[in-house]
């Protein structure tokens, strides 16, 4: 008998019944207490995690998606990033594969503390490969099983990070690698949703992250796509107080795209 759900020491893969599986990279919290000796109190509080992801898409397992999410925090290691730690907006300040300052450019070590490659190969082999591993894995059994799969790497990130981008940014941002890691009719799927009150875009100013660009491949049946949510949507911003009304509001958009992308799936 199959198990459903799979706790690993890093990440829990939560197996479901359709050909969509939902990743929620910087949805953990938790740093190693080894790490967590050489960072700075500000970085212990993990403030840029992309809060409450899980809850907001709490509705998806019973919708029948697979789900994968990691214990630790994206200060640890970046699952969205390559392993080789390119930057996936060139010219942008980006934050590292192993992030050395948080989003408003504290430091997140203290002094001398910042890790060296070694370190950096430890924390890939025991806890960004483990996820991607799961998540290959997954996409690979779903395709065989299914024969088509979609991915959602899904995301929440402040509406004001000046690091990052000017102004405030929509409220809905999907990404496809600029139409590369999903077909046109899954696009078509996502432009015509109803998304109102909230403003939307797609290929904006994030067009997906390292997972949705590295594992779409719209040849061999499958898409990717990636969801950036204003946290302006279900946030008290710039803290992490989740508002319940809010969320409850967003959530019913939310769940009207993962449905969409589970009927494009098993068309």
């Given at each position: 008998?199959?198990?459903?759900?799979?706790?690993?020491?890093?990440?829990?893969?939560?197996?479901?019944?359709?050909?969509?599986?939902?990743?929620?990279?910087?949805?953990?919290?938790?740093?190693?207490?080894?790490?967590?000796?050489?960072?700075?109190?500000?970085?212990?509080?993990?403030?840029?995690?992309?809060?409450?992801?899980?809850?907001?898409?709490?509705?998806?397992?019973?919708?029948?998606?697979?789900?994968?999410?990691?214990?630790?925090?994206?200060?640890?290691?970046?699952?969205?990033?390559?392993?080789?730690?390119?930057?996936?907006?060139?010219?942008?300040?980006?934050?590292?594969?192993?992030?050395?300052?948080?989003?408003?450019?504290?430091?997140?070590?203290?002094?001398?503390?910042?890790?060296?490659?070694?370190?950096?190969?430890?924390?890939?082999?025991?806890?960004?490969?483990?996820?991607?591993?799961?998540?290959?894995?997954?996409?690979?059994?779903?395709?065989?099983?299914?024969?088509?799969?979609?991915?959602?790497?899904?995301?929440?990130?402040?509406?004001?990070?000046?690091?990052?981008?000017?102004?405030?940014?929509?409220?809905?941002?999907?990404?496809?690698?600029?139409?590369?890691?999903?077909?046109?009719?899954?696009i078509k799927?996502?432009?015509?949703?109803?998304?109102?009150?909230?403003?939307?875009?797609?290929?904006?100013?994030?067009?997906?992250?390292?997972?949705?660009?590295?594992?779409?491949?719209?040849?061999?049946?499958?898409?990717?796509?990636?969801?950036?949510?204003?946290?302006?949507?279900?946030l008290q911003?710039?803290?992490?107080?989740?508002?319940?009304?809010?969320?409850?509001?967003?959530?019913?958009?939310?769940?009207?795209?993962?449905?969409?992308?589970?009927?494009?799936?098993?068309?």
């Open positions: 008998m199959v198990e459903k759900i799979i706790k690993q020491s890093s990440y829990t893969l939560i197996r479901g019944s359709v050909p969509l599986l939902i990743s929620m990279p910087h949805n953990g919290e938790a740093i190693p207490d080894d790490i967590a000796a050489t960072m700075t109190a500000k970085a212990l509080t993990v403030a840029d995690t992309d809060w409450y992801i899980d809850k907001l898409y709490d509705f998806a397992e019973q919708l029948g998606a697979y789900i994968i999410k990691p214990r630790y925090s994206r200060y640890v290691i970046d699952l969205n990033r390559s392993k080789t730690n390119e930057n996936l907006y060139p010219g942008a300040n980006s934050t590292e594969l192993c992030p050395t300052t948080a989003f408003d450019l504290s430091p997140l070590y203290l002094p001398e503390q910042q890790p060296c490659q070694a370190e950096i190969n430890r924390r890939i082999e025991l806890y960004w490969q483990p996820y991607h591993q799961a998540l290959a894995h997954s996409l690979q059994a779903m395709k065989a099983q299914y024969g088509k799969v979609v991915l959602l790497d899904a995301h929440s990130i402040l509406s004001q990070v000046p690091r990052f981008f000017e102004h405030k940014l929509p409220d809905f941002n999907f990404g496809t690698a600029d139409g590369k890691s999903c077909s046109q009719s899954l799927y996502v432009e015509q949703l109803d998304l109102a009150p909230y403003s939307s875009v797609i290929n904006g100013r994030f067009k997906g992250g390292y997972i949705t660009r590295a594992y779409g491949k719209p040849d061999e049946n499958i898409h990717a796509i990636q969801l950036e949510l204003s946290q302006a949507t279900y911003e710039p803290t992490n107080k989740y508002l319940l009304d809010k969320a409850e509001q967003v959530k019913i958009k939310l769940k009207m795209f993962v449905q969409s992308l589970i009927s494009f799936a098993q068309q």
